[in-house]
Every structure is written in structure tokens, then in C-alpha cells.
């Protein structure tokens, strides 16, 4: 996953790195807070606690209960109600799943007409050696999945425990958007993110209705659909070293991705068809390898990006602030980092970072961020296995 469990692993990633000459960018300076007390976050299921939680998502059309995606291999399903006293489970294939440190069942997504079909799509890694596995299940009714209804759309295999993305959303254009690590260690050291003949490091999009690679086929705009250059027909962009959290705004549609950094800084992409953002050429705004003096030709800079200086060291990708509670967060990007526990606000220009604002701290280790369909912003606090909510503090 992007670093979960990222304190046992950072040692690893500096021994195996090539360090990066820091960046003087002016980015990187925090913008004046918000009022006192503008932005707060509650337990909003007091009574709710889960196991490693590493996604929260709501089936498209029903606002009345969550989904919540354990690492371990289960997804829980509950009532979108504050007095809720328990949750149920929805999918169970822990047996299937191989977790731990950045493994595990990483991802969710309902199909665009999941209420007529009942297909859902999941992200995991399995087997020995290490494998990602896409695959479709189907519900049998609003709260309960058949586990042995498992459709393979594709796999492909991991050559280390670490950096697995997970993260999956569908587009507005009904096709299936993937997010990809580069296969883990440190420094990528094969190069996967800039190789095009490999699946990792990189967005990848599907047409979950077609047939015409068995479950799947390719949408026929994809950068290397044809096939005949030999890279991947299902590649939509590439150069990502972990991108830990894809979402689309409601608002825009654009493609926004929180992409972990090595040792030096981490990232925020707007990610567009056959873009190319850099890894392992460059480290958000820094070269990497070369340190110095690295080819930026036809690189799509990060939209933001922090250094790690300051205890942030692993962001966990959000989204767009699309609810009516919290006027100040209108269309603001909501983001956070696992490690520090820090959540901003990200207000863009069109695609130019405008200023970025802190606007909560010490909420744990954030694995990620989930959005309901009125589009209010909640938040995953792994460790206390809790569902959390970004709320008005003059109101809370």
C-alpha cells in the first residue's frame, strides 16, 4: 500500500535510495491558517471500530450505509447513522488474501449500475511469489456479496512487499481508473514506473463491460491501445512511485492523485491520459536520478508537493470538497499525511496550486479519505481502526 506501516519500512527505502538535492521551491511554505476552530473532525459511528481500515466508500445511488475495506481481506458494510450500533460483513476472502506491511486488500470500487448488477471490483495481493490481483465480485443483494463469485480481470506480479497502490475509482466516462506502486524497495531500482511494458507505477484504465480480454476490454482511447508498440494497451499514465489514493472531483472530473514520496518530498498530481510524472526521474519537484542535472523533457510537474522536513513523510491522497457543511473547504482539495497526521486544504487556479492550508492535526495515522454522495469528506484513522468526519467546528 503507500506506507502503512511506513515506520518499519523507511529505514529500508533510505539504505536502498539515491538522495535527493533538496528543493528550494517556494511551495513548500504553509499558507495562514483558517479561523480557530473553522474545521474540526468527530467519531461520527462512536460505536464502529475496524480492523486496519484502508477504504470507505458508498454504492453509487444510496447514501444510507458505508462500506469499509479491511486489510486483512473483508469488507464491512453499516448504516449511515450516528447511533449505529454494529456492521456487517459484506465480503470475506481472507483466504484469498495475502496481508501485512503494505499488503492486503487495498481497494474498493461499485460498478457505475451496481444496483442493477450488482458488480463490484476489488484490489489485492496474493499468492507467493507476491501478485495484485484486479477481480470483479457480485452482490446478491444491498449488504451481502457471494465470495465465490470471483471474476479475474487481470493480475500481475510484485517483485517486492511494498508499494502496491490499491487505490480504484470509476470516471464519469464509465471506465475503471487503477492505481499502481512500482513494485516496492527503494529508488525503484527497476525502473517500472518509466518502463511501459510493465504495469507498475502507474494509472491504469479499464472497460469493466467489455469481453473482449475476458472480463475486460480496453477503452479505444487509452495512449497505447492498439498494442503495437509492444506497451500496454491498459496504461492511462505512468511515472508514480505510490500513488496512495486516486480520486475525481464531483465537481470537475478531474483526476486528482497523492503520490508517497522516497526521502525527500511528496506529491499531488492532476493525472491526464499518457501524462508522465516523473518518477524515478524526478522526486516531486527534485531530480532523483540523475540528482542532478535530470532530463525534464515532457515531465508533468506535481500541482503541490511538501517536503518531509517537517514529520510528513507518506500522504494519503483525498478529495475535493464538494459538501455544503463547510463552506470555507468549497471545492478545496482535502488531504493528509499517514505519518504526521496532518490534514490541508489544497485550493487550486485551474490546475496552479493557489495556497494550501492546514487545518488539522495529531488525527493518527490517516490511511485514507472517503467521500459520501452529498460530497462531505471523511477520513480513516488506521491505528484506532475508526471512521472519522471533517466537520464545521463553529457548528460542532
Keep these: 500500500m503507500k506506507a502503512i506501516l511506513r515506520l518499519t519500512i523507511v529505514p529500508l527505502a533510505f539504505a536502498l535510495a539515491t538522495f535527493a538535492c533538496k528543493s528550494d521551491d517556494p511551495k513548500t511554505p504553509e499558507d495562514s491558517e483558517l479561523p480557530e476552530n473553522t474545521i474540526d473532525s468527530k467519531d461520527l459511528f462512536p460505536a464502529l471500530t475496524f480492523s486496519l481500515p484502508v477504504d470507505l466508500v458508498q454504492a453509487p445511488g444510496d447514501s444510507s450505509k458505508f462500506f469499509v475495506v479491511e486489510q486483512g481481506g473483508v469488507v464491512k458494510v453499516f448504516s449511515n447513522s450516528e447511533n449505529t450500533s454494529s456492521s456487517t460483513t459484506f465480503l470475506d ?13 487495498l481497494g474498493l470500487a461499485f460498478h457505475p449500475d451496481f444496483k442493477t448488477n450488482g458488480y463490484f471490483f476489488v484490489n489485492y495481493t496474493s499468492g507467493t511469489p507476491l501478485k495484485t490481483v484486479i477481480a470483479r465480485y457480485k452482490a446478491t443483494s444491498a449488504t451481502q456479496a457471494d465470495p465465490g463469485s470471483e471474476a479475474v480481470l487481470f493480475t500481475f506480479n510484485q517483485p517486492y512487499d511494498n508499494h502496491n497502490g490499491g487505490s480504484m475509482q470509476f470516471g464519469k466516462d464509465g471506465y475503471l481508473y487503477i492505481a499502481t506502486g512500482d513494485g516496492g524497495s ?6 517500472n514506473a518509466q518502463n511501459l511494458k510493465s504495469h507498475l507505477g502507474k494509472i491504469l484504465r479499464v472497460d469493466v463491460n467489455g469481453t473482449s480480454k475476458g472480463n475486460y ?11 503495437t508498440t509492444g506497451h500496454l494497451p491498459e496504461i492511462y499514465a505512468y511515472g508514480l512511485r505510490n500513488p496512495w489514493r486516486i480520486s475525481f472531483d464531483m465537481g470537475s472530473d478531474k483526476l486528482f492523485a497523492g503520490d508517497v514520496g522516497q526521502n525527500e518530498r511528496e506529491e499531488i498530481d492532476i493525472i491526464t491520459k499518457g501524462g508522465n510524472y516523473g518518477w524515478r526521474i524526478k522526486e516531486g519537484v ?16 506535481p500541482v503541490h508537493d511538501y517536503s518531509q522536513d517537517n514529520g510528513d513523510r507518506s500522504i494519503t491522497g483525498g478529495y475535493v470538497y464538494r459538501g455544503s457543511a463547510i463552506p470555507a473547504l468549497a471545492g478545496k482539495y482535502i488531504y493528509g499525511d499517514y505519518v504526521s497526521g496532518r490534514i490541508w486544504a489544497l485550493e487550486l487556479d485551474g490546475n496552479t496550486r493557489k495556497s494550501n492550508t492546514l487545518i488539522l492535526e495529531g488525527k493518527g495515522n490517516i490511511s485514507s479519505f472517503g467521500q459520501d454522495i452529498k460530497g462531505e469528506v471523511y477520513y480513516l484513522n488506521y491505528g484506532a481502526g475508526k471512521v472519522m468526519k471533517v466537520v464545521n467546528g463553529n457548528l460542532n
Design 93 to 105: 476472502i481472507k483466504s484469498k488474501v495475502r496481508s501485512g506491511g503494505e499488503r492486503g486488500l
Design 286 to 301: 527534485d531530480c532523483y536520478n540523475p540528482s542532478s542535472n535530470c532530463n525534464e523533457q515532457g515531465l508533468i510537474e
Design 186 to 191: 527503494g529508488g525503484d531500482p527497476q525502473n
Design 217 to 227: 476490454s480496453i477503452p479505444g482511447d487509452n495512449p497505447y491501445a492498439t498494442g
